[in-house]
């Protein structure tokens, strides 16, 4: 705490003071000071100032949340962070006094240290990297160089969709106040700090599956046939294979319309998705002329063995696990070699399972 905040604190008493179990107000007797734990009446200004020097993490803590001029969305996200709501004042501060106070937000690790006066000081990183001192790590002080890092994972795949949990690791962005957070954050996951405070506002715009579609033009148009009057396990099958966990960190709050739900769970992410997102809509353009094709019978020869094996070739490359599977494990059945015998002893010359063509004509 310092002059500045004790100054500060003084002028606005006169119109009240409420902050986290401080409370400060004037009345026709004096000066009214309060904290969960003292309460004092009838002071002089000279008093409350020795009185309010007394208390600087209270004091601090009120200058912090409000004479800084910032969004109502950043200082709600800041103190959801920090749990401002749940815990008290001195539980705060005595937590950021010892080593801090962690956070998460999908796949970010958000570290925050005191810094002067009360202030709070940021440090973000994969969560992965939790255990690596951040100077360890490729260190940077500017948000915008969030853009260029993160493009692709540790594989050196791109990235397009940016909220899927394949951040790479390796970095930390250090000494951040908190307009730099947010910033940092809007980078590595665009509008999730936005629509998380309009969740909680109960302001969150959500726009279903149906609605979505209808708005399709152009080639994607194509996807608006899909709808039917069917039913809508077609959309349950997308939100599997888009939406899930597994795929994608934010919380799907969207459903078929505004009357049906969808059967998939929306997850489990602490910021939502309010509507399909472009590779929702771009993976349904695909799939609504997959779709269109009629279903044909065909007979395949295999041993059970090798049934099993399809069916755990398929699931691991699902679920994004063809990695894991080690050259050695041949007990696995997504092994490579496994899957090179199967082919070299069930396909064709020309790839084909078992010979089998796909279409009437041999092809």
Not at 158 to 185: H, I, N, S
Not at 201 to 223: A, C, F, K, P
Request: proline letters at 5%; one cysteine or more.
């Amino acid at each position: 705490m310092n002059d500045t905040q004790l100054d500060a604190l003084l002028s606005a008493a006169d119109d009240g003071v409420e902050c986290d179990g401080l409370s400060v107000t004037r009345t026709d007797g004096g000066y009214r000071f309060e904290t969960p734990e003292e309460t004092h009446t009838g002071l002089s200004q000279p008093a409350l100032r020795e009185l309010a020097a007394q208390n600087p993490w209270f004091v601090s803590n009120w200058y912090h949340w409000n004479r800084t001029d910032r969004p109502d969305t950043e200082r709600a996200y800041l103190r959801w962070l920090e749990g401002a709501d749940e815990r008290t004042v001195p539980e705060r501060y005595e937590w950021l006094a010892d080593g801090g106070i962690v956070a998460s937000w999908g796949e970010l690790r958000i570290d925050i240290a005191p810094g002067a006066d009360g202030e709070r000081v940021y440090t973000v990183r994969n969560g992965a990297d939790g255990e690596v001192a951040p100077e360890e790590l490729d260190v940077r002080t500017d948000p915008a160089d969030a853009r260029g890092l993160l493009k692709r994972d540790d594989r050196g795949r791109y990235r397009p969709l940016k909220t899927a949990p394949t951040l790479p690791t390796g970095w930390a962005f250090v000494d951040l106040d908190g307009p730099a957070l947010a910033e940092t954050v809007e980078y590595v996951y665009p509008a999730t700090i936005a629509n998380w405070y309009l969740e909680r506002r109960g302001d969150l715009d959500v726009n279903h599956w149906r609605e979505t579609m209808e708005r399709q033009s152009g080639i994607y148009g194509v996807i608006k046939t899909w709808d039917r009057g069917e039913g809508h396990e077609h959309v349950d099958w997308v939100a599997e294979a888009c939406c899930d966990d597994s795929q994608c960190l934010k919380r799907r709050e969207w459903q078929y319309d505004d009357e049906t739900e969808l059967d998939v769970d929306g997850g489990d992410g602490a910021f939502p998705c309010r509507e399909p997102c472009s590779l929702v809509v771009t993976a349904a353009r695909k799939w609504t002329k997959l779709e269109g094709e009629r279903s044909r019978t065909y007979e395949f020869e295999l041993t059970p063995s090798e049934k099993e094996q399809i069916e755990e070739i398929i699931g691991t490359v699902a679920d994004g696990d063809v990695e894991d599977v080690r050259e050695a494990d041949i007990y696995d059945g997504a092994n490579r070699y496994r899957a090179r015998f199967l082919r070299a002893k069930r396909f064709d010359d020309e790839d084909r399972l078992c010979g089998v063509p796909t279409d009437e004509d041999g092809v």
